[in-house]
């Protein structure tokens, strides 16, 4: 079984950085893929961006690229969402996830993170 916590949220004006960090615990996650997802009010949780479990591969969702960036520190079990140029749709619950070593798919979550972008 995996845990895993977020910190890092916060209030931020719009134009500004924040970054995210994901610490696992219970087992190791460097054989699992990663991701962050987000939720605004009223919406459905959206993909942000994964990293494969080696760190060298990334992929972002559109609406982030070029803003975000998704890393790792597997010595630390840690997973980091760096988000630079925060605009007010950027608003919202942000979570890590990690993926079934067996089928790929983000099994286990967070409990979130708060993001919130003042204009």
């Known amino acids: 079984q995996v845990q895993l916590v977020e910190a890092g949220g916060g209030l931020v004006q719009a134009g500004g950085s924040l970054r995210l960090s994901c610490t696992a615990s219970?087992?190791?996650?460097?054989?699992?893929?990663m991701g962050w997802f987000r939720q605004a009010p009223g919406k459905e949780r959206e993909f942000v961006a994964g990293?494969?479990?080696?760190?060298?591969?990334?992929w972002y969702a559109d609406s982030v690229k070029g803003r975000f960036t998704i890393s790792r520190d597997n010595a630390k079990n840690t997973v980091y969402l760096q988000m630079s140029s925060l605009q007010p749709e950027d608003t919202a619950v942000y979570y890590c996830?990690?993926?079934?070593?067996?089928?790929?798919?983000?099994?286990?979550w967070g409990q979130g993170t708060q993001v919130t972008v003042s204009s």
């Open positions: 996830a990690a993926t079934n070593i067996l089928t790929g798919a983000y099994t286990y």
């Open positions: 219970g087992r190791t996650v460097t054989s699992l893929g």
């Open positions: 990293i494969v479990r080696g760190g060298d591969n990334a």
